[in-house]
């Protein structure tokens, strides 16, 4: 119940009433446009600014009054703190709503023992002839009275059985000994959920007591009564004394079997005080009796002992301590206000004896009691001390403090309490570290499989990963690219290695992002030379157009990559060749997803046999090019090393996509689906007019436009597919030429993770390649099988 706004507690609720009530997502954009992490620790002290933004803000994003809001986190908190472990501290404070709300302030005190830096607000409570109550609320914290109906509704229902409402008649601001205090008025009516005769059937639970004679007396019939008196005359009068009202007979004598009603109670006084002056001043040796001028009239031994000068019969009270709790002015007037609560004196440092000077100031906590016969206040206190140090830094003993004072026994309660306490702050502490330690270890991990997943593809990085053993596949039909840069010896040979390195840096960031427009996989890149294939590893029927689409990308892509050199754009050549490979992961230490076979092999001869600028297709390419929309032209038969004779293509360009669609980029209101932009005729690339640039222009500008996949019908069911697959029959019919873009080729998996740039990759390559004469000789790219 208690209302510590410093104490991560309460923040841990409020997150927890987000969540409940409102998901995950919505306490994260809360907490984020607070400003405030996202846990906190129970026994952690948080500035009050971090609650009120979490509640401005949680009015903005839920679209609720302040008000709602705070009520609902009133209901919401009560039921939070029975969950904490409260629940029988709050069952047990009172047996009705009065009494509970009396002892709120006890209950605040208690706890400060715990929670030394609380700064709970304080609660006073009138009643009223006709059943209501006159609930006061004193806060130095603004704005947040409406708590106090969620939480006082909450208790009254779920205790007492009743239901209340609260309306504010006065709201006000005090001037107290520490600044100004927001003082509230709450007119609180209570109404039984249940009539009382039902309740009296169930009057064994707490909730069901009856509050007061007036109320039960009236429910009761005249049979009832009479019932009574023949009862009272059967059991006699030593049962019940005569003089007794009816009702008051009643309480004392019936018993229903299921409990019984309370009974009634007269206390006895004796005629004179059984008990000496100096007996009752040893016997409570912390108390102290003034009048309303604050002048000291008795005192016990040990305050005596501690603050001498009280023994000076008439001095003023306020000379030598000052009131910490209440935070009221020092004068009967507000004591009497606040009669109910608990009061904390602290003596003051200038009026204490030179021993005390050095020594942290004691604390006495007690009651107050106005004694109207004399006109004097009685303070019955004892020692506020919570640990066994706090006793030594007083140089104070457990003897000074008397056998019945249950102040013995808190101080060791508390010791161990405080013990416990710090041991779960530092378990917490710990669970908190090792949350975000988690976070961090998941963000690495998937920075981790980022980069794995880069190297290999997704389901062979997965079963590497699993520790298990990935078998070759054997792809039927897939298509292989290869590219490089044309005079790219004799750029090293003039350039520095750090301009290379940017050159070939921009060139395949460039490249790699159109492996994810076309959905190809980067095999590996090694010097200049730039591998991908399509249908590998994962099968799919249009790897011939996927191939074909991402090499017209890349001629334009690299328009954008300056020689540093010469400062005009590089120019690369292409080679493409359909065929069927074996792949599969070769090494250890750095594995490597390889591809192997004369594939390989053909479509390095056609990279090497190349034209700048031009992308070079072998005979089976052609094929599976022939019939989906690509202007082809004939180059004829050419001498290739190592294979003889062979008859190959140019690719020209796409009839049907434009240049935004094969770059990945969106869609410009002028591109039109029949439109080519695609032309790689020599002589027609546009060239920069600069000779030497600096070394930071080879460096590729940021692209901030999202890369947009380019569509291609893979499904066997999509009506224009089908169509193509038809059109392609009839032609085959009539030429006796058969082009199947089919791979049945095996694969241990069903996901292509290649997605996004990569940097540049140093490492092995895997097909063999008869370079021409004006580059240097390179590493075979792969084994033949």
Known sequence: MCL?????????????????????????????????????????????????????????????????????????FFEFCKRSGYDHMLRTLGGNLYEFIENLDALHSYLSLSYQEMNAPSFRVEKNEDGSMHLHYYSDRRG???????????????????????KIVNQTEEEERTGKKEHIVFLVTQNPVFPCKERNEISSSPRCLVDSEKQSESQLNKEDLEKAKNTVGDRGNSVCPVKKSHWKTLRGIIALGKGKLLRGFDPVYPKSLWIDTKTFCNGLPFHMVFDKELRVKQAGVSIQKIVPGVQTMGISLDQYFRIVHPEVPFTISSIQKFINSQFVFQTRREMMPESWKQRPMLELRGQMMWMESLQCMLYL??????????????????????????????????????AEMELSNQLERKKEELRILSKHLEE?????????????????????????????GEFQECTILFSDVVTFTNICAQCEPIQIVLMLNSMYLRFDRLTTVHDVYKVETI?????????????VPTHAERVANFALGMIIAAKGVQNPVSGNPIQIRVGIHTGPVLAGVVGEKMPRYCLFGDTVNIASRM???????????????????????????????IEVKGKGKMHTYFLIR?????????????????????????????????????????????????????????????????????LQRRNQRKIADLTGKTCDSKSDGSLHGNQHADDGPRPLNQGRVKVAAEEPQNRNVRSNFCTLL
């Open 444 to 472: 690495e991990k998937k920075k981790t499989e980022a980069l794995l997943y880069a190297m290999l593809p997704q389901h062979v990085a997965n079963q590497l990963k699993e520790g298990k053993r990935v078998e070759a």
């Open 4 to 76: 510590c706004l410093q104490y991560g507690f309460i923040n841990t609720c409020l997150k927890s009433l987000v969540v409940e009530k409102y998901g995950e997502e919505t306490w994260e954009k809360l907490r984020l446009q607070a400003g405030v992490q996202d846990s906190f620790l129970t026994f952690e002290v948080y500035k009050d600014e971090i609650t009120m933004q979490l509640v401005d803000k949680a009015c903005k994003v839920l679209g609720v009054p302040a008000d709602l809001v705070l009520r609902e986190f009133g209901k919401y």
């Open 654 to 722: 796409n009839k049907t996509a434009t240049e935004n669609e094969i770059m990945g980029r969106p869609m410009k209101d002028l591109d039109s689906g029949h439109e080519s932009v695609q032309s790689f005729q020599e002589g027609r690339t546009e060239t920069i007019p600069s000779s030497h640039q600096p070394v930071t222009q080879t460096q590729p500008e940021k692209d901030q436009t999202p890369t947009i996949a380019m569509k291609y019908v893979d499904g066997p069911t999509d009506a224009q597919n089908s």
């Open 381 to 418: 206190c004892s020692p506020l001390l919570r640990t066994l140090h706090e006793l030594e830094e007083r140089q104070m003993h457990i003897a000074d403090i008397a056998p019945h004072d249950v102040t013995r026994d808190l101080i060791l309660l508390n010791q161990q309490r405080l």
């Open 607 to 637: 990279e090497s046999h190349g034209v700048p600028s031009k992308i070079h297709l072998s005979s089976s390419a052609y094929q599976c090019l022939k019939y989906k929309n690509f202007e082809i032209t004939e180059r004829g038969e």
């Open 144 to 166: 947040l009275c409406h708590i106090v109906p969620g939480i006082i509704g909450a208790a009254a229902l779920d205790f007492f059985n009743i239901e209340i409402s609260m």
């Open 527 to 539: 010097g200049d030379a730039y591998m991908v294939v399509g249908g590998v590893p994962v099968p």
